[in-house]
């Protein structure tokens, strides 16, 4: 089996980690030979080329712009609509004519995009008669505050995609209820390489007053709510904030960053946070910690929630997204109300004070993740409907 894959132009954080664990795992486990057209010739498609997996940079632009982190920013880009537009374009119709002078698309099978930002894999698939398959990974409005370049883009992705693949049931919801065709969409939980994790992990009890570390690892916007956080560690009575360690790992925008910088100085936390950058080989020091926070406005699914999970650390989320679809409340970890740092602050102070809960939490998350989001068991599943797809006539 063939398969022409399309990741995003973005290449780090959740999305891009899981598309390049697919795209291996299928071809290790399932003999799929893949053929992969990246946006540029950045980490990723080195990292295809390392592997000896045929990679093309075809410079591919997304048709849903995220707005940005700030207000300045949505108002240029709000402004800037006709350039995107034209750019948007221009740089897809010659990245089609790469990606045609490189591949003789009758050999293919199938093409498999892995974000819905992208739509250059719907008018290759329209334009060879080939199945498309079209990961749904994000909300789009809800936590990137995206709009969409392509008018009728819930249209377009209907009558140009054979399967879609939703990462939760709150995302499936989230995008049939902007009428997306209900019998399309599957939901199919993201794999995690459960093996990057089992040679770092570390057992460790934290129930004796010792430092508590605290990590919140993911992109630093006002969706991921790396504020609530901040706030809640200011509401924890100071006997026990002072053995509070909270690290923030990930990219922000400058003015985003200085805008945090300077509230956590306007709390006097200087001493308690502190912000660590984007780590590509997270799982290295994801054990240290005791607590993993999860404050997102709308998380499509929470890869970081099993990471934390699979690194023996206690997950901490907001209810919203995908977040309770995996943290059980109560058993593998606990949720808080979206927006109240005050329950923020409570739960993460019972977490320290309530003896054997965190150990009980950390021992229960690490099963459940490991049993239930292997990369493995993700790829199994996603094979499982390229085959019943290639069994259907496809008719153009």
Request: proline share 2%.
């Amino acid at each position: 089996m063939k398969i022409v894959y399309i990741p995003d132009v973005g290449e780090t954080y959740g999305a891009a980690t899981s598309f390049k664990e697919l795209v291996l795992t299928m071809r290790s486990e399932y003999n799929i030979i893949p053929i992969v057209l990246t946006s540029k010739k950045g980490k990723m498609y080195e990292e295809f080329k390392k592997n000896n997996i045929e990679v093309y940079a075809i410079g591919h632009k997304a048709f849903f712009v995220s707005k940005g982190s700030t207000i300045l920013r949505k108002v240029v880009k709000t402004l800037l609509f006709p350039y995107y537009y034209i750019d948007y374009k221009i740089s897809n119709y010659f990245a089609i004519k790469k990606a045609e002078n490189k591949i003789d698309f009758s050999q293919i099978d199938m093409i498999h995009t892995n974000v819905n930002r992208n739509d250059i894999g719907a008018i290759l698939a329209r334009k060879y008669c080939k199945r498309h398959i079209w990961h749904i990974r994000e909300f789009g409005k809800e936590d990137y505050d995206c709009y969409s370049l392509r008018r009728n883009y819930i249209k377009f992705m209907n009558e140009n995609t054979d399967l879609f693949i939703a990462i939760s049931n709150a995302v499936s919801q989230s995008w049939t209820s902007k009428g997306l065709d209900i019998n399309k969409i599957k939901v199919i939980y993201n794999g995690v390489d459960t093996n990057r994790f089992k040679s770092n992990i570390k057992s460790h009890s934290n129930q004796k007053n010792e430092n508590i570390k605290i990590i919140m690892s993911g992109a630093i916007t006002p969706s991921k709510g790396q504020i609530q956080a901040i706030k809640a560690l200011s509401l924890i009575p100071v006997e026990i904030r002072k053995i509070i360690k909270l690290d923030l790992y990930g990219t922000a925008a400058k003015e985003y960053f200085n805008y945090l910088k300077k509230y956590i100085k306007k709390l006097d936390l200087c001493e308690n946070i502190t912000f660590k950058g984007y780590k590509s080989n997270i799982e290295e020091v994801m054990p240290n910690y005791d607590i993993g926070l999860v404050c997102s406005k709308s998380e499509g699914f929470g890869r970081v929630t099993i990471e934390y999970m699979l690194s023996n650390v206690c997950v901490v989320a907001s209810n919203t997204g995908a977040n309770p679809e995996l943290v059980k409340d109560g058993e593998n970890g606990l949720i808080y109300t979206l927006n109240d740092s005050e329950d923020l602050a409570n739960k993460i102070v019972k977490l320290i004070n309530v003896k054997g809960m965190m150990e009980e939490f950390k021992k229960k998350g690490y099963d459940y993740a490991l049993n239930g989001f292997s990369k493995e068991k993700n790829a199994e599943s996603i094979y499982n409907e390229y085959k019943k797809i290639l069994m259907v006539n496809k008719n153009c």
